[in-house]
């Protein structure tokens, strides 16, 4: 591990409380997403400490190990394109976005912060919108530039939107499973106070911390995500902004997220969801250590049972391989120590993965047309258990051969 990607910080990120709690410790690990070539598998890889914090005075769940954000995100294996479910779920996204927000405004301004591949803003730039992507990823600004989505190849900041306001100021600002990645969320709030309009809205989707914890999601806890969000910390970051959440709608994508509406104060009637989610937080206890507790208790289980179980269908002779080489993936992977001894390969669409390995567990990743020559008595360990249906689906003719799924997460289940 070496230093100069990484530091332990101190105080919480949301209202610098030291009060800080350890709920669960992940071991030291690979950037989930550090994909290996070949040339690299007897290099010595970086990791780093996966534990995750709880502050005593927010309530925010978060990594106080951070990793440097240039190592994580200059060059990124994850394209929002190569997800079918995704892509459908953007479409619908930005027509919401459109006739909510954008439809009666005269020549309508989008920003999407880590706007990727340029997924959602060519869904918005299709309904008429002006856009601007902020991305950080250098491979990924330039696909998104070179399919006519303008980008900028830079990081989110407060001093970035005051660049971007020189023409003019946002009328929406989009943001999908990034503000957790954000270290600064204090400047980041800066940012949206100064790039939105009078009355413009910044809406965001986030992973819930309520299902990560009750269905035992510990796999999407990674570097990247140094934040792990519930309603509560979120009150008393926006409002140190003079901003206020007015709605919050929950999303089935990525195994259970939140899209949160934030303006400036009195802009819009606040919603009824507000204080629904406030109410079922505070008598979940979210508000006291035992409830993280108990989670970390029944993680432990987890890992046992998945290691017993697997170990079990080796002893039979099965063969078992990975479908889905994601990061959430190579956290469970290393979590749980299954590498290449256990899983032949794995099979993913992403073709910018195909003979890559894993990091940490070295498993090789291969395209998924060769689970075409597998059946009886083989077994796909699904690590990419967020698209379930869609893959249990598009798999069908493996499951007739005899093939079967292996579900991980919450419980370990045979299908």
């Not at 101190?10 to 690979?30: A, M, T, V, Y």
């Not at 954008?102 to 730039?125: H, R, T």
């Not at 090789?364 to 699904?382: F, M, T, W, Y």
């Not at 598009?394 to 045979?414: A, C």
Request: hydrophobic share 40%; aromatic share 10%; glycine share 4%.
């Amino acid at each position: 591990m070496t230093k100069k990607n990484y530091i332990l910080e101190q105080k919480c990120r949301i209202c610098s409380s030291k009060n800080l709690n350890l709920i669960l410790d992940l071991g030291e690990q690979p950037p989930a997403n550090s994909f290996i070539d070949k040339n690299e598998l007897n290099s010595s890889e970086s990791k780093f400490p996966l534990r995750l914090f709880w502050c005593g005075d927010c309530y925010l769940v978060q990594l106080l190990d951070i990793v440097d954000k240039e190592f994580l995100f200059k060059n990124y294996f994850y394209m929002t394109s190569a997800s079918k479910p995704i892509v459908d779920h953007f479409k619908k996204y930005a027509q919401d976005v459109y006739v909510e927000f954008l439809k009666e405004e005269k020549n309508p301004f989008v920003v999407e912060i880590g706007s990727n591949d340029g997924s959602l803003l060519s869904e918005f730039k299709k309904l008429g919108t002006q856009i601007l992507g902020i991305e950080p990823a250098t491979n990924l600004s330039n696909l998104a530039n070179q399919s006519n989505i303008t980008t900028k190849n830079t990081f989110f900041s407060s001093q970035v939107c005051k660049e971007i306001i020189k023409s003019r100021n946002a009328t929406v600002v989009v943001a999908n499973n990034v503000i957790a990645h954000v270290e600064d969320l204090q400047d980041l709030m800066h940012g949206i106070q100064i790039l939105l309009d009078k009355n413009g809205v910044f809406i965001f989707e986030v992973p819930y911390l309520v299902d990560l914890i009750k269905k035992l999601e510990f796999d999407t806890i990674y570097h990247e995500h140094l934040s792990y969000f519930s309603i509560l910390p979120l009150l008393k970051l926006v409002e140190q902004f003079g901003l206020e959440i007015f709605d919050i709608r929950k999303q089935s994508v990525h195994g259970g997220t939140l899209r949160i509406f934030v303006s400036k104060k009195n802009n819009f009637p606040i919603n009824d969801s507000v204080k629904i989610f406030i109410d079922n937080e505070y008598s979940l206890g979210l508000d006291k250590i035992e409830f993280y507790q108990k989670f970390s208790t029944n993680i432990t289980k987890l890992k046992k049972n998945l290691i017993e179980l697997l170990l079990r269908l080796k002893n039979e002779n099965k063969s078992i391989f990975g479908y889905g080489a994601s990061a959430k993936g190579n956290v469970l992977l290393n979590f749980c120590s299954i590498d290449n001894q256990i899983l032949e390969y794995i099979v993913d669409t992403t073709t910018i993965k195909h003979g890559k390995f894993t990091p940490g567990t070295h498993i090789s990743v291969i395209s998924p047309e060769k689970i075409l020559e597998r059946g009886k008595d083989d077994i796909a360990l699904l690590l990419a258990w967020n698209y379930q249906d869609e893959i249990l689906e598009k798999e069908k003719l493996f499951r007739q051969r005899g093939g079967k799924f292996l579900i991980p997460i919450p419980q370990p289940e045979l299908l």
